[in-house]
């Protein structure tokens, strides 16, 4: 299913800035999309299953991780804030460089993405978001399939994504991107039978 457009306007973040905070859009290539509405429990536990485990690990540590809503400028050279035009909120990020951090979220690739699949985002999720991290160079991006049980991993090579693994989601799984880090997938999946 593809999520509903805003309308056939280009936008920059500048426009996005503008729009009222009670409707939650996704810019990418200028292409206002509305976000799906409240998500469904199972992709509610395993995103915040998947943040604790992250927080857990990585404090101390430079690297930060955040959840949705948090905006994420993916500029394509160096255009002022207000000229962007992606900004994505995925599930969970993690950034290690504090550069990137401002008032407003970040700006540039995350270290790591996490997208949990739902019915209303999913083919968005796989194709028109992907395409966009895999521009802005993001190192990995993981896209759980809740139901299907399967993560696939997205990893960069140069300046595109290579073959996708898939993974079962059983035992534990390294997220590359990021030393030290893993996810336990029966405590992800643990509340859903």
């Known amino acids: 299913m ?103 979220g970040m700006r540039g690739a995350p270290d790591w993405i996490v997208e949990v699949l739902s019915p209303a985002s999913a083919s968005h999720d796989q194709t028109v978001k992907l395409a966009a991290y895999e521009r802005a160079g993001v190192p990995e991006v993981w896209l759980v399939h809740p139901t299907d049980r399967v993560v696939t991993v997205y990893r960069i090579e140069g300046a595109r994504y290579g073959r996708p693994a898939i993974h079962e989601t059983t035992g534990e799984l390294r997220v590359e991107a990021l030393s030290g880090v893993s996810i336990r997938w029966e405590s992800v999946f643990a509340g859903s039978a």
């Open 2 to 104: 593809a999520l509903t457009q805003r309308d056939t306007a280009y936008h920059t973040y500048g426009d996005y800035l503008a729009w009222p905070e009670e409707v939650r859009y996704e810019l990418i290539d200028g292409i206002a999309y509305l976000m799906s509405p409240a998500s469904i429990r199972l992709h509610q536990e395993a995103v915040g299953e998947i943040y604790r485990q992250a927080a857990n690990t990585l404090a101390g540590r430079a690297c930060r991780p955040y959840i949705a809503p948090f905006d994420v400028r993916l500029a394509k050279q160096d255009e002022a804030d207000e000229r962007v035009d992606t900004v994505v909120q995925p599930d969970l990020l993690v950034v290690c460089d504090p550069r990137k951090l401002d008032e407003r």
